[in-house]
Structures are given as structure tokens and as C-alpha cells.
């Protein structure tokens, strides 16, 4: 019988412990989340208002366009993660947004990532061990589509270093923790 009750005492313990390690990891990601927009934001601010329509090649997006298609991902796949809807057109930042000027494409990039934030705070830990069919073409968790998403939003925000340097600005400093 005490072993019984031991198993049993161990499988609690256990189960409580995945659950505070899933829901710290739901916190990190939501710190983790907070810093990049922090980080972005820095991006956004050290960039001269003439520097939107920077472009370092013809073919290239401007800055503005690099920061419009960033906020386009992060509402697509924190959409697809969350089931949330998406508040504008899906991936309409970007090409059709007329006013690409400083304060609006802050306005807007701070706006995705604050839907970012907000569904992942509303997810669960289980919610993001659930997989799904991201843009019906690539099977993982949405947890899984969340890191894409980090990755895809680091690559776009790293390569405007090249466009602040190309206007003049010293880029921020780097935000790891």
C-alpha cells in the first residue's frame, strides 16, 4: 500500500511540475515577446523620419516595407496559432498601407506585436503542444509556428542594420536579454 501511495505522490508531483514548466514557458515567451518589441520599437525610433523610404537597392523593400512585412507575419502566424482573427486584410501591411511614414509604421508594428502578445498570453500550455497545418502546407505545434515566427520577425529587424547604417544612424544596441 505505500508504494501505491508513494506512485501516486510522484506522479502528482510530476504532473504539477510539467504544468509550472509549461506555464513559465508560456510567461518566456511572453518576455521574450516584449523584448523584441522593445527592440523593434528601437529600430523604428533610431531610423530618421526620410529613412522609411530608404531602400538599399531598387529591387529591395524600403525600411518601411522590411517593418510592414514583419508586422504582416506576426499577425498571420500568431493567427494561425491562436485562432485569432487577424484585425486588418492578412498581409495588406505591407502593400497597402499609402502612409508609410514614421509615426504610422510604429503605430502599426507596434499594433502586431501587441497581437502577438495578447494571444499568447490568452493560450494555454496544452494550446501550444496542439499541432496544426500551418498555412495548410507545414504540420507542427503551434508553439513550434510561435518560434518561426520569432525567427522570421529577428531576420527581418536584423537586416534593416544595414539600412539605418546606410542612413547615417548607429543601429541600437543589442537587446539578447
Given amino acids: 500500500m505505500e508504494i501505491k501511495k508513494l506512485l501516486t ?24 515577446w516584449e523584448r523584441a518589441k522593445a527592440y523593434t520599437k528601437e529600430y523604428l525610433e ?3 523620419d526620410s529613412g522609411y523610404a530608404l531602400k538599399p537597392t531598387p529591387e529591395m ?10 508586422t504582416d ?22 502593400k497597402k498601407t499609402a502612409d508609410k ?36 502546407q507545414f504540420d507542427m505545434t503551434k508553439g513550434v509556428a510561435l518560434s518561426k515566427l520569432f525567427e522570421h520577425q529577428t531576420h527581418h529587424r536584423g537586416q534593416t542594420t544595414v539600412y539605418l547604417r546606410l542612413a547615417g544612424v548607429t543601429p541600437p544596441e543589442e537587446k539578447l536579454f
Avoid at 61 to 70: G, I, K, N, T, V
Avoid at 113 to 128: E, H
Wanted: aromatic share 10%; net charge positive.
Fill in 61 to 70: 523593400r524600403s525600411f518601411a516595407e522590411q517593418m510592414l512585412h514583419l
Fill in 9 to 32: 505522490l510522484l506522479c502528482f508531483v510530476f504532473g504539477i511540475t510539467c504544468f509550472a514548466q509549461a506555464q513559465t514557458t508560456t510567461a518566456q515567451i511572453v518576455k521574450e
Fill in 73 to 94: 507575419a506576426n499577425y498571420a502566424f500568431a493567427a494561425a496559432a491562436s485562432g485569432a482573427k487577424v484585425p486588418a486584410g492578412q498581409g495588406e501591411s505591407e
Fill in 46 to 48: 533610431a531610423m530618421p
Fill in 101 to 136: 511614414s514614421k509615426a504610422n509604421v510604429t503605430k502599426q508594428v507596434m499594433a502586431g506585436y501587441d497581437f502577438v502578445i495578447n494571444n499568447v498570453k490568452s493560450m494555454t500550455p496544452a494550446q501550444l503542444n496542439e499541432k496544426i497545418k500551418l498555412f495548410n
